[in-house]
């Protein structure tokens, strides 16, 4: 599984993808890759339009605020 | 464990602590100014006829008035707000000509959930998606300009025609301002990796339409949620801009003398609303912060063309988000568009005084 976070780098982005490193320690998922997409034309290319934006294997899940680890567990879970 | 963590899962439960949330507001509110008056005055013993003491009380008072009524404003918006997305509000700018879309596009950028940190992820995106650009300034200039705490705490401190007319005035000078600026040709001023987005319009449109869906999921306890995450964010934002603007407001009421800003910004002075934007424009503050202030000033006798001059260009224009656009505006276009907006700000601002007077 490929999980992006997209953002420029804002603290916002940062918090989101320490939910999605807990969230991923948590339910014991071993085989995830998380990647940052920071890069204003790849992020405008995944169709969001407000950052941070939660993307797992190609699908836009969350854009625009930070759900914390629990709801990205469930997120990541309903994914799968 | 935070609060947001400590909500009920239930519909009944959220109920509850909705309604037990809302009578702790209520009280709050209704009870700070004698809260403060027994707490500073029976129980520490200061003398209310001294200017400290007065002046402790009015910082105390409207710190904790203001951090209430930003609270109540954001979460009640934040929860609104969950029902509307960016992505929507771009497919339904998606095609529309210049003037109806600009039109359509200051009202979105008001009622849309935005954060000026996303200005550049959006621009892209209406621009990408075929929304002409002075229509997407347009959305950009509506959405800080017209916020929904600048004009709940207008609304609290000078009444719902004061709060209307600044809203009616903000739209206008996006309307306007946009569509000046789309019809100056600015697209050589924009970096052209905008305008060659790497998907087509169709495709954005698909994966908006896509995007759009995430805010229908929400569960009822998501959104109660998101509205506390934004009270929380937004708050731990503004503090130190609120505590400043209130304690400036404190200093203007009790030591500035009256005949000051009579002298110097008041009605008979022509150049009072350029000082007040020329003041405002590179201040970087919020609405929060600019509000103390504002009601400070009316109470000396400033006018209210000259102060919401001044509070729109607070919120209107700041640093951070130029430099941010930076990257997708070129130099020229940026300048326009400040000018634009000032001149706008300044014309609105002598209308009110003449209205007004």
């Known amino acids: 599984m490929i999980i992006k976070v997209l953002g420029s780098g804002c603290a916002n982005c940062v918090r989101l993808e320490a939910n999605v490193k807990e969230a991923l320690a948590a339910s014991g998922i071993v085989d995830a890759t998380v990647e940052k997409v920071t890069d204003y034309a790849d992020i405008a290319a995944y169709g969001i339009m407000s950052t941070p934006g939660l993307v797992v294997d190609d699908r836009v899940l969350v854009s625009g605020r930070v759900p914390d680890a629990a709801e990205v567990a469930q997120l990541i879970a309903s994914a799968r | 464990m935070t609060i947001v963590e400590r909500l009920p899962e239930t519909k009944s439960g959220i109920g509850a602590v909705s309604v037990v949330a809302v009578a702790a507001w209520v009280g709050a509110y209704s009870l700070n100014e004698r809260m403060w008056d027994w707490l500073l ?81 959006a621009f892209i995106g209406f621009v990408g998606a075929g929304v002409p650009i002075g229509v997407t300034l347009s959305f950009l200039i509506a959405s800080p ?77 998501l959104r109660v949620r998101i509205g506390l995450q934004e009270v929380r964010e937004i708050l731990g934002k503004v503090w130190p801009y609120l505590l400043v603007g209130v304690a400036l407001g404190g200093i203007i009421h009790g030591w500035v003398p009256s005949d000051f800003f009579a002298a110097h910004a008041g009605p008979d002075n022509p150049f009072g609303v350029l000082v007040a934007v020329a003041i405002g424009v590179p201040l970087y503050s919020n609405a929060a912060g600019a509000l103390p202030l504002v009601e400070a000033l009316a109470d000396k006798g400033v006018p209210m063309g000259t102060l919401l001059a001044f509070m729109m260009s607070v919120v209107a224009l700041s640093l951070p988000e130029m430099i941010l656009l930076k990257r997708v505006l070129k130099l020229p276009l940026l300048g326009a568009y400040t000018a634009v907006v000032s001149v706008g700000i300044i014309a609105v601002g002598y209308l009110f005084n003449a209205i007004l007077a």
């Open chain 2, 145 to 221: 300009l017209v916020n929904e705490i600048a004009v709940g705490l207008l609304w609290t401190a000078f009444g719902w025609n004061i709060a209307l007319m600044y809203i009616a005035a903000g739209l206008t000078i996006a309307i306007v301002a946009g569509w000046v600026l789309g019809r100056m040709g600015v697209e050589r001023w924009v970096e052209p990796f905008v305008l060659r987005p790497r998907t087509t319009p169709q495709n954005l449109l698909a994966t908006a339409n896509a995007a759009a869906g995430i805010g229908s999921r929400l569960t009822p306890q």
């Open chain 2, 41 to 121: 005055y029976d129980r520490i013993g200061l003398d209310a006829d001294t200017r400290v003491a007065s002046a402790l009380h009015f910082f105390l008072y409207d710190t904790t008035k203001i951090a209430l009524l930003l609270t109540g404003i954001i979460f009640v918006v934040g929860v609104l707000r969950t029902f509307i997305t960016i992505e929507r509000t771009r497919a339904l700018l998606g095609g529309k000509r210049e003037g109806v879309g600009n039109v359509m596009a200051a009202g979105l950028g008001v009622a849309t959930p935005f954060c000026s940190c996303s200005a550049v992820p």
